[in-house]
């Protein structure tokens, strides 16, 4: 069960696993905060019986850091270190009290002597300790901390083809968020600082504008990603439901060499149990939420 806190609400999406098929959506909720947080976490444990459940949440944009770096040459059991001590002058507080991560970006097919790269999710001790602490102070438990770029690869490993690059944009209260996947591994992700809420309230001229600097960071993120990964060719760009969605994808699709479609999480995932999916907008909603119900269950935080 993903629990995800949001500034007004707290969604909560659960998602069963398929090796045949689809992933199946089994239940989806929205609650409307109320009272501390922990308070609300502990009505919703015993509403929902989520002592029962493996649980995940995820982290906000500005409670973390993602950031790309040359992998240190050193052996597995001393990459951790190594890598705290490259991202010491990265971040804005002392490196010794950063909670941290790594991915590998796979370097598959790459044009020999390319340097290995890792991502490396980087959160205060502070932030991840209050967020633990939350779970432990309501009775629930917490299997892992997510962030979005990991979630938002979950879906689109969803949609890839064989052999080709997916990218996805997606937009919702917090922001856009742009990731380029290759066989379920990420490979980048770029932020883009318009939300959904703007789009749907931007009048004809605002939204024009939008448009266009959603467009121009989109032709700048594609370039820097043919640059880098010139051997893995893309297939698309996915966009997640927008206001307007059609007046959008024709004018990105006019303004981008990358062929631009809808994403239709439907097609992705069985939603049956959840008809509100079918609602496009719902879709962005839940996006990353979803995203997160699909994280490997060997994955840890």
């Not at 969604?11 to 045949?20: G, K, M, N, T």
């Not at 906000?60 to 950031?67: A, I, K, N, S, V």
């Not at 009048?203 to 820097?224: F, K, T, Y």
């Amino acid at each position: 069960m993903v629990v995800n806190f949001r500034s007004d609400r707290i969604d909560l999406a659960h998602v069963r696993p398929s090796p045949a098929g689809r992933p199946e959506v089994v239940s989806l909720a929205s609650f409307r905060k109320e009272g501390r947080p922990e308070e609300a976490l502990a009505r919703l444990r015993k509403e929902l019986r989520l002592a029962s459940y493996r649980c995940v949440t995820l982290l906000g944009p500005g409670e973390y850091q993602m950031l790309s770096v040359d992998a240190p040459n050193v052996p597995a059991e001393e990459l951790r270190d190594a890598v705290r001590w490259r991202i010491k002058d990265m971040i804005d507080y002392p490196v010794q009290s950063a909670t941290l991560d790594v991915l590998d970006i796979p370097v598959d097919g790459a044009p020999p002597g390319r340097p290995k790269s890792l991502f490396v999710v980087v959160a205060s001790n502070e932030v991840i300790g209050a967020r633990m602490a939350l779970f432990e102070q309501a009775g629930v438990p917490l299997d892992a901390i997510d962030v979005p770029e990991t979630a938002q690869r979950n879906i689109a490993a969803l949609f890839e083809s064989d052999n080709r690059g997916l990218a996805l944009l997606h937009f919702d209260e917090q922001g856009g968020l742009l990731t380029f996947t290759h066989r379920g591994e990420l490979y980048a992700s770029r932020r883009i600082e318009i939300t959904l809420e703007q789009l749907a309230q931007a009048d004809v001229g605002r939204r024009g504008q939008l448009l266009d600097r959603i467009a121009l960071e989109l032709q700048r993120s594609l370039d820097n990603f043919d640059r880098q990964y010139s051997h893995i060719p893309l297939a698309k760009l996915l966009v997640a439901p927008l206001p307007d969605m059609s007046e959008a994808l024709a004018f990105l699709a006019a303004n981008l060499y990358a062929p631009v479609e809808e994403l239709k999480l439907v097609e992705g995932m069985d939603c049956t149990a959840v008809p509100d999916l079918n609602l496009p907008l719902r879709q962005s909603q839940w996006l990353q939420t979803l995203g997160a119900a699909l994280r490997p269950q060997e994955a840890r935080a």
